[in-house]
């Protein structure tokens, strides 16, 4: 019985330990954004312990920093609407941004933008826009536009995000309204196309759309530019294809969560991930869009050859940003539980 | 005669079935292809893999010291209050008992949010602490009541006896009914601790920043794509979990022979 | 004396648990129940109805039909799959019968999300299943066995079925054998015999088994997450949504007290047909 319970003060005392530790930050952010050896090369480098948590939308983030104890969380990587709406939300702490020395290798033309002007409260990390990836080994079709996914034969055969803003705005933006439309008459039409197109939905996923790809569950996919970089990875008969009503476009940025208790150490990991070696790192395993001057002088050819990692300054620019709608997400929430 | 063999054929499908995913898992961990799809060729290059996943190891570390820790309490706890619920009686006894069987029968959502909920309420950190907590919040009821069909199945004359030796209260309960509780403790305690192994539900919601479990981290690894280390530590748990079991099988059955010798 | 102070001592552990960790938490969504959500995430303390009357929209009205579908057929699959099964050990040699119920218990000593990830690589499209039906000839194209409601339910029955068989063989493993030869002897033919005289003494049994399958399948929202392709809503998917990405806690914990009366009506039910509160859990 002893023996047991001194088993057991031991075993209190690790937890304790696991606790105590000053030197940590608590990281939350999106699956799939950081590999896990550059945050071992950080913890090395620096001695600080990193608690890396994941989540696979915004929303997700949001109630996750709303509902936990402030200081739970330090670093987080929302994206531009959800920062706008955290900053009004007061959930975000100012940057100093003299703790961060290579601050300027950051491209100029994502800073300074609507939802945070002066990036007083964020910094992007790095950006994405909404794709269509293809089989082109099963299917031949000419796809131009997201009208073509509701083509019939296409039954069973498409995997959309499971992400509620990014597809109905997908939807708005097939019937040639905003991405952010509150009108009812266009949601109501939105939610028409959405449940035509599910008859074609063969699964809503966020994590990673693009193993349906690869292992052939389905021949099309709409995802972020990365995923559908990295399937081309797999399979080179996978057409990327830039649809014609300008996809979405996605910043997700650094940001500091009101109360963290680790500040030092969040700014110690923004400057480490600026560097512009690691960046690189980071662009090659996940290619997303690059933000960063210096890391563009770096990316391997690989990387820019990629048609879905490498995308074309004016598809960028033409591509529409999620925007904070108020209130108004209430119709989107019913919408998306409709025609889930 | 025929029938018989159908019988035995159903049954047999029926085993095929519950086998059938575990054996594809260990068979696929030491597969060369990262797809699952075909088998290629052997290779331990996922074990390898495995071990310098650091955080894969460390909720591994977290969901032992979880599932140890909340076992213990639990146990604890549970006997105890078999104890009490069957020897005294006290105001609202009823009522606490009627409580008991919620966490046993409710949907584990409803006590995963109502948990975190609370949590929420009285600020907590959601952490190791909260995991535990919850932990032992859906262990005791099972603990008590296994516990409590021993306990009811004992001569009650037992107490009374005891006390016309003079003892107390607290030496009643060590050493005339404690020792007969032991197969009650063992089986309360085991089912504790494989349920916590095996939560998913309760712990995706009371689990903090610094607190990724074992379940949690399969469930984001598996969301995030194919991942074939998840093969080789589902195969890891399987030989330490099947080893354990047999050992405490043969262990038990070494000393039903003895009894038998004797 | 000493004997009160020990009474106190080993009665308030248990008092305490059940009403901090049991009575605290549910009364607290019961309030919560009641109360408004702004339009992000926080709670406003304002008593009102529509959390509950929101249920009533024909969306919500959906996840809950869908739910109870799902929950049932798996259900009465699980029953088909363990009643024979259960029946046919209890005529083996007892020695046999432990040895093979202990097999059964076995592989869910495991975690249950490994095992549904073993079904993922069975059941996808180019799985295991649909590879080897496809080079036998058996099939010219590939069968749709998950990212659909079949996926989810054998999702379902997989991880609840020991639930179904447990119950199950230790109420029929106590019928007494002279009562089914009595039958027989009585010329009653072995149909006859199963209906009136094995399938009456199992009732309990059977109900308890359809009680733990039936109400863990209306939370497991991981399975349908994983085998469904998030096409289905669940009710655990929903209550999991309103805690976790649509911020609105009042509404999820409306739907929470709702399946929990639900639980508690059914609950109800079971012990009228005689069931034992103690027996329930796989006990």
Redesign the interface.
Known sequence: MKK?IIC?LL??G??GC??NQED?L???NW??YIP?SII?DFEEETGIIV????Y?SNEELLAKIS???E???DLIFPSDYMIELMINRDLLEPLDKSKLVNINNLKKEYLNLDYDKNNTYSLPFLATTTVIAVNRDHIKDNITSYNDLLNPNYKNNIVLLDDQRIVIGMANQALGYSMNTTNDLELKKAEEFLLDLKKNVKAY?S??P??LL??NEVDIGVMWNAEAALALRENPNIEIIFPKENGALSIDNYAIVKGAKHKDNAYKFIDYILRPEVMKQIIEEYPYINVNEETEKLLSSEYLANKAANIPDYIINQAEMVQNIGSNIDKYDKLWALIK | MKKRIL??I??IL??A??????I??VV?SFNTSK????FEGFTLKWYQTLFS???LLEAFFNTI?VA??ST?ISTV?GT??A???N??N?K?KGF?MK?????????????G??????Y??L???????TL??SH??FS???V???V??ILDDLNPNLYDASKDLGA???ET?RHIILPSLIPGITSGAMLAF?LS??D??IS??TA???S?T??LK???M?????TPE?NAL?TI??VV??TI?LLF?LKQMRSLKKEVVR | M??KL??KI??I???V???V??????I??FI?SFLKSDSYGGVINVFNLGNYLKIFDMVYIKVFVQSFLIALVTTLICIL?AY??CL??S?KKKKTQTL?M???I?????????????????L?K???IN?ILLNLNIIDNPLSLMYNNLGIIIGMV?TL?PFMILPLYSSISKIDNRLIEASKDLGAGSMATFFKVIVPSTVTGLFNGS?MVF??C?????IA??LGGGKLMLL?NL??NQ??TARN?PF??AI?IT??II?FVL?KLYKKTGGK??D??G?
């Open positions: 047991i057991f075993l209190l690790i937890t696991g606790k940590t608590n990281v939350l699956s799939s896990d071992e608690n890396y948590s994941t696979s509902s936990a104890k200081g739970t969380y996923d994590d990673s693009k193993t690869i292992t | 019988k035995n159903f049954i029926v085993y079935f519950l086998y059938l995913p575990i594809i898992l696929f797809m699952n799809i075909t996943n650091r955080s010291i140890v820790t213990f706890i105890i209050s104890y009490a619920l020897r005294y006290f609202g606490i409580l008991l069987y919620i966490p046993i029968v409710i949907p584990e959502i409803v006590l949010i109502s948990l975190l909920s609370v929420t309420l600020k907590l950190d959601l952490g190791m602490m535990i907590l032992i919040a005791i009821p099972f008590i009541i296994s409590k069909t107390g209260g607290l309960f494989t192994l095996d998913v539900v995706y919601f903090g920043p610094s990724n074992l379940p399969i469930y984001s598996i969301k995030t794509g194919i998840v589902s748990i399987l979990t099947f079991i099988t | 000493k004997d020990f009474k080993i009665t552990p248990v008092i648990y059940a009403l960790l049991i009575l605290l938490p549910l607290y969504i919560l799959i024979p099964f046919f050990i005529q093979l202990a097999l059964v076995l592989p869910f000593l495991t975690n249950s999300l490994i095992r549904t990830y073993g079904w993922i690589v069975l996808r180019e799985g295991v590879t997989y079925l009680l109400i863990p209306i939370g497991y929202f991981f997450d994983l655990g209550i999991k805690f976790l806690w999820g914990a929470s399946l929990l639980t609950v509160m103690d329930l859990g006990f």
